[in-house]
């Protein structure tokens, strides 16, 4: 699932990982997204990440999201260029570190549940992501082994060719393998889900398949005329210049309703700005959400650009998308007027984002840090593309959402510890 407003959890999409910064694993010098500078979700246009600009995933630019690099974290390094660790021989990267690796020659990484970046530029590198570890590999000259193990979440970049990967024990995988280079071999085992990038060259066993013919039936008609960023659905209000604020295991949320718009598919939408960061203060991830409201009072979603972040660099752009480029298309987030049964697309990009909710439970009630609510609605929220993500959320009259559960063990993944509206 994609991480927008109120959602965490994740399967690495495919497409946007071309979007990811040149200099994203070690180089630290490039602030805009995939080639020729731009970080629109698949299109010609820079959007930076910064509020304070308009600039769309679509249109000329604003500042990138770049912010440049910091140490790497863990052992086996010395300081290599952009601020990577240069990693010869043998590195790992701990539990709860962050992890920034410039492999020279055919080292190891291993990513022990920490959060890790590694590039591999001669190739035939062993990388290891184990016990819930997020982490991007990038094996500029080929042949790599990658052995992505116990729920991690893993990126394979390979334009080499010719790298082996198994996404094993719930994992998430998605590889990028040049077609002009050899196959790379892709082995999901035991829960593990994997897909490669469109117009790779893999080769994938016992990996779930995703179709990737477009659902015929699903045809939102998007008339530009029937929208407006004046956001007021009283589950899902987004009034300029309203905070939010949730407390995740070892995170802070923060999302910010700045007023900058954009364009989407001739909608004029409007930036909703979501931000991670440890509790410390380090940015994890930061998304810009294209949001409208129809005439009927159901809230739309038009895609978002978002990064996560390793040591201040972007690690990678996996869940980009935007309504109208290549093929995806818009879907609701909330209902005018939920009632129990109802399941809907909140988004659709074939292959890579197909979040839908189901709506559970009207007039709940909840309490969580920010106060006690009563009026609420839960909606189970769930991927066709990945069957671990399955999340309850909770959304309350005049504050939007409040709580996020994991369904598998009712945990609290995300609560609300302060609102402030204009």
């Not at 601020?83 to 410039?102: F, P, Q, R």
């Not at 085992?189 to 790779?200: D, I, K, R, Y």
């Not at 593309?385 to 009712?410: I, R």
Request: some cysteine.
């Amino acid at each position: 699932m994609s991480r927008k407003f109120g959602v965490v959890g994740g399967f690495l999409g495919a497409s946007a990982f071309a979007l990811l910064a040149t200099g994203a694993c070690s180089s630290g010098s490039s602030s805009d997204a995939g080639s020729g500078g731009s970080s629109g979700s698949g299109t010609g246009g820079s959007a930076g990440m910064a509020t304070g600009g308009s600039g769309g995933a679509a249109t000329g630019g604003s500042a990138g999201m770049a912010t440049g690099g910091g140490a790497g974290a863990g052992t086996g390094g010395a300081a290599g260029a952009g601020g990577a660790e240069v990693c010869a021989g043998s590195c790992t990267c701990d539990m709860s570190d962050m992890c920034n690796y410039d492999c020279s020659g055919a080292c190891m990484v291993e990513c022990l549940g920490a959060r890790c970046t590694a590039e591999c530029r001669d190739g035939d590198c062993a990388l290891d992501a184990d016990f819930g570890a997020t982490v991007s590999y990038d094996c500029a000259g080929g042949g790599c082994t990658v052995d992505c193990d116990a729920a991690s979440h893993c990126t394979l970049d390979c334009p080499g060719g010719g790298c082996d990967l198994v996404c094993d024990a719930d994992s998430r995988c998605t590889v990028i393998c040049d077609g002009g280079g050899d196959a790379c071999n892709v082995t999901c085992a035991s829960g593990g889900l994997a897909t490669c990038a469109a117009g790779s060259n893999c080769n994938l066993t016992g990996c779930v398949a995703c179709d990737p013919t477009p659902d015929p039936t699903y045809m939102p008609v998007i008339n530009p005329g029937d929208f407006t960023t004046v956001i007021d659905n009283p589950l899902f209000p987004l009034p300029v210049g309203a905070e939010w604020v949730y407390d995740a295991p070892g995170e802070v949320v923060t999302v910010t309703v700045p007023g900058d718009t954009r364009t989407v598919m001739g909608v004029t939408v409007l930036d909703v700005h979501d931000e991670v960061r440890t509790t410390t203060g380090e940015l994890i991830e930061d998304t810009i959400d294209f949001y409208a409201q129809d005439s009927a009072g159901n809230v739309w979603y038009f895609g978002e650009i978002t990064a996560e972040y390793v040591n201040g660099q972007i690690a990678n752009m996996n869940g980009a998308w935007e309504a109208g480029v290549d093929g995806a298309l818009p879907g609701i987030v909330m209902q005018a007027a939920p009632t129990v049964g109802q399941q809907y697309l909140q988004e659709y990009y074939v292959c890579q984002a197909e979040d839908e909710a189901e709506v559970t439970e009207v007039g709940a009630s909840e309490t969580v840090p920010a106060g006690s609510y009563t009026g609420c609605i839960r909606t189970r929220d769930f991927s066709r593309l990945d069957p671990l993500a399955n999340e309850m959320k909770t959304y309350c009259p005049n504050v939007g959402n409040v709580l996020v559960t994991e369904v598998s063990d009712g945990s609290r993944a995300e609560e609300l510890r302060t609102v402030t509206m204009p």
